[in-house]
């Protein structure tokens, strides 16, 4: 039997999970470029949503191929206000792509949601939370409930909600002042 040309060029060797959500955008994207270009106020996006959709496919089957490693915490380089007009991007708004497309968009919908409830992919985003934010905007766009992010592991403790949030930060601020400055015990 004859396999499937890979949608978006993506590399043979590409997870089965990714595979699948491939062929979910590809359709869409499919339907995009039909529907979009009848439609002269969203004939502009279609370039636009095609180029994300098809970054999404790649960054997932990027993120399933490679080991989970610790990020990096990278500098940033900071931005300068500029008087620039921004760049329109795309409409905002939860399931803005299936109330423009109607019944067929909710399809593609349909098929990503089943992709989601799929044991192996619920695994899988579980294990690389990466994958899990790679996959939420294309969740919003059409209206489905994303994958929930992660809790946050149990040696972590969170702070009670009846103490105030400056609670216990006298100790670190009040020594390195030269000075004294405020005394925060008298405030309780």
Do not use: H
């Not at 579980?126 to 059409?142: E, H, Q, V």
């Amino acid at each position: 039997m004859n396999k499937p040309t890979p949608p978006f060029n993506l590399p043979a060797t590409t997870p089965e999970l990714a595979l699948r959500l491939g062929l979910v955008l590809a359709g869409l994207v499919a339907l995009v470029a039909r529907r979009f270009l009848r439609m002269p106020r969203l004939a502009g996006f279609t370039v636009l949503l095609y180029g994300r959709i098809a970054r999404a496919a790649w960054r997932f089957a990027r993120a399933l191929m490679r080991p989970a490693t610790n990020p990096v915490a990278r500098v940033r380089k900071a931005r300068a206000n500029s008087d620039r007009a921004r760049a329109p991007g795309l409409p905002q708004g939860r399931g803005w792509l299936v109330r423009e497309l109607g019944w067929e968009a909710a399809g593609c919908a349909s098929q990503l949601q089943a992709l989601l409830d799929d044991p192996a992919m619920q695994a899988a985003l579980a294990a690389l939370p990466a994958a899990g934010r790679i996959l939420r905007p294309l969740c919003r766009m059409l209206g489905v409930p994303g994958p929930v992010a992660p809790e946050a592991p149990a040696g972590t403790v969170a702070m009670r909600p009846d103490a105030p949030a400056w609670s216990g930060v006298e100790g670190l601020i009040l020594p390195g002042i030269v000075g004294g400055g405020p005394n925060f015990s008298e405030i309780v």
